[in-house]
């Protein structure tokens, strides 16, 4: 089963960047895509970002948009989420997710949370203003 290990988070003012990583072990990290998630407390579980297995597609939620880059790096079994211009509500803890299958067709397929079989334990991150 694969094991995907968050790393990276942290405590930053509004305004500034922090740099998550997930590395996967296990289960072929390569033919699969990954997600990015978050979960504020007393809300559900959310969808932030996807990227194909090949990196050619992505995915965000309007709320990041423009400010999270997600990308990934085969040869390091390694998916990063990228967060620029934070802001409080983006207080969460972030979970790394792999899919089933090497495809983000389209957003509603990569933003849904049945389309992942595997999470990690989460990273906090803490925004304060």
């Known amino acids: 089963q694969a094991q995907l290990v968050e790393s990276g988070g942290g405590s930053v003012q509004a305004g500034g960047s922090l740099r998550l990583s997930c590395a996967a072990s296990?289960?072929?990290?390569?033919?699969?895509?990954m997600g990015w998630f978050r979960q504020a407390p007393g809300k559900e579980r959310e969808f932030v970002a996807a990227?194909?297995?090949?990196?050619?597609?992505?995915y965000y939620a309007d709320s990041v948009k423009g400010r999270f880059t997600i990308s990934r790096d085969n040869a390091k079994n390694t998916v990063y989420l990228r967060m620029n211009s934070l802001e409080p509500e983006d207080t969460a803890i972030y979970y790394c997710?792999?899919?089933?299958?090497?495809?983000?067709?389209?957003?509603?397929?990569?933003?849904?949370?049945?389309?992942?079989?595997?999470w990690g334990q989460g990273t906090q991150v803490t925004v304060s203003s």
């Open positions: 296990g289960r072929t990290f390569n033919n699969k895509a």
């Open positions: 997710a792999a899919a089933r299958s090497a495809y983000c067709s389209d957003y509603t397929y990569c933003s849904n949370r049945g389309t992942y079989a595997d």
């Open positions: 990227v194909s297995w090949s990196g050619g597609s992505t």
